[in-house]
């Protein structure tokens, strides 16, 4: 926190890791940085109101589209070393993630229950 101000240091969000209602008047979501350090924001309905304003204008000045907020794949693969117990998982044309074959048991289920809860939802909530 910066001395006596009330204002915290500056979170330079990459992307948002989880959204969800709570109590039918907040918002909570959870921004992620480039370092994978996460910071969680708990919006009142007014709160969310002032800021879908703020979006709004920022949207209309700017270009940006959903492709810059989340990447979102046309093709992955998984696959598994050659010389090395490590399962591979690539998107698009990036180098290859390494998992070991825990960290991938692991991520299957997350991504499962992601999938899951995600199916579940009765409405999709913008990111």
């Known amino acids: 926190m910066a001395a ?11 992307i948002v890791t989880r959204s969800d209602a709570r109590s039918g008047s907040r ?3 959870v ?4 370092a994978g350090r996460c ?3 708990s919006l009142s309905a007014d709160a969310l109101a002032a800021l879908a304003e703020i979006v709004s ?3 209309k000045s700017t270009a940006i589209s959903r492709e810059h907020l989340t990447k979102i794949p046309k093709h992955y693969a998984v696959g598994h070393g050659r010389h ?7 998107f698009e044309d990036e180098p290859a993630y390494g998992l070991t074959p825990d960290q991938a ?23």
């Open 105 to 127: 048991a692991n991520l299957g289920e997350a991504l499962l229950e992601e999938a899951e809860a995600v199916s579940a939802l009765r409405y999709s909530m913008r990111q």
């Open 27 to 29: 918002l909570e979501i």
């Open 84 to 90: 090395e117990r490590f399962v591979l998982l690539r």
């Open 39 to 41: 910071q969680t924001l």
């Open 57 to 59: 204008q920022f949207s």
């Open 31 to 34: 921004l992620s940085d480039a």
């Open 4 to 14: 006596g101000s009330g204002i915290v240091d500056e979170f330079f969000a990459e």
